[in-house]
């Protein structure tokens, strides 16, 4: 008998829509943002010391909410100078407001800027950028994703949001920083609307594997087929990995994450890496299974240390041997197309 049988129900038997997201349009010709004085004069003043709290610029989703793709961003209160005046001039010289930054950092502005789950305005909130004072937070982001869906705050538009590393783990839309264009110069394009991409990092989905063991206040998160979790990813354990992988939300089944090329494709068990998985996906949801490969635990390859979800425990990260000799062999290991190998 199957150890997760019965102890800890696999799979949700909802279908996951993982054949709908396409690659995503390149968007064509873009010009500058023509950003108001505000993306340009509001991270001077905040470095200056001056009155930012008498400034507010206009926020994403400033009601905790995410805009609508498509729509214009809601706005905050007119930002006014400490000295009550509306402030119309554009900056004239770009460096003399803000420091030249890296590659993978950037000022932002405005406030109450809301970061998501995934690269979809429309998925779950998970922490907010600028949260009292306009300017005050600058991002580092690894990569950015044409999601093909506009966003825009007045006449500065885009259709990319950023993954973030800091201050917040997420994805933000890139109206969001302060720079002239409509995407991040100098950080790698990955396209999908967010589905994974030749590229990722198998670091990054062993990190985010990790953050269920202690998110539920210093506890695992729980195991439920019919819930999903604050990041909008279902509790069972194919959301668990396609939470990992930074699938769309509420994440695929486990049916979906063995049949589907454009996700996972089947490799050898001498081929196992940190980050791809071993599947059961026979059955129903009482008996299927996923979990995600970190390790060898020796050089016989006798077990191995994985990141699964199961039932009457929740998140767990431990020795197994499923499709190991001697162990569970109905499963079957598979290689997410991320990773690019």
């Not at 970061?115 to 600028?130: E, F």
């Not at 089944?253 to 090329?261: E, H, I, Q």
């Not at 059961?280 to 050089?299: L, Q």
């Amino acid at each position: 008998m199957y150890e997760h049988s019965g102890t800890h129900p696999a799979d949700s038997t909802t279908p996951a829509d993982h054949t709908t997201a396409g690659d995503g349009g390149t968007g064509g010709g873009r010009s500058p943002f023509r950003r108001t004085v505000l993306r340009r004069v509001l991270p001077a003043v905040a470095a200056a010391g001056i009155g930012v709290a008498g400034f507010a610029g206009f926020a994403h989703g400033s009601d905790g909410t995410a805009a609508t793709a498509g729509t214009t961003l809601s706005r905050d209160t007119t930002a006014t100078s400490s000295a009550g005046s509306v402030r119309t001039a554009r900056a004239t010289d770009a460096g003399s407001v803000r420091q030249a930054a890296a590659a993978a950092d950037f000022p932002t502005w405005g406030t109450r800027w809301v970061v998501h789950a995934t690269a979809d305005v429309d998925s779950p909130s998970v922490g907010l950028i600028n949260k009292t004072a306009p300017g005050q937070d600058r991002i580092t982001a690894d990569y950015q994703v044409d999601t093909g869906r506009k966003v825009c705050e007045g006449n500065a538009c885009s259709t990319y949001m950023a993954h973030l590393t800091g201050p917040v783990t997420g994805f933000l839309s890139v109206v969001a920083v302060d720079i002239p264009q409509d995407r991040l110069p100098g950080v790698p394009v990955q396209g999908g609307g967010g589905l994974p991409q030749p590229g990722g990092s198998r670091q990054e989905a062993l990190n985010r594997a990790a953050t269920w063991l202690t998110a539920d206040n210093g506890a695992q998160v729980p195991y439920s087929q019919a819930k999903v979790w604050k990041d909008g990813y279902r509790q069972d354990c194919s959301g668990y990995a396609s939470m990992a992988l930074g699938l769309p939300t509420p994440g695929t089944n486990t049916v979906g994450l063995a049949t589907n090329r454009s996700l996972t494709r089947p490799i050898s068990l001498g081929e196992l890496k940190p980050g791809d998985l071993l599947i059961d996906a026979a059955g129903d949801n009482n008996n299927r299974h996923v979990v995600i490969f970190e390790k060898w635990n020796n050089d016989a390859h006798s077990s191995y240390t994985a990141y699964e979800q199961r039932g009457d425990h929740g998140t767990d990260h431990r020795t197994l041997t499923y499709g190991l000799p001697g162990g569970d062999a109905e499963f079957t290991p598979y290689r997410p197309v991320k990773f690019g190998d």
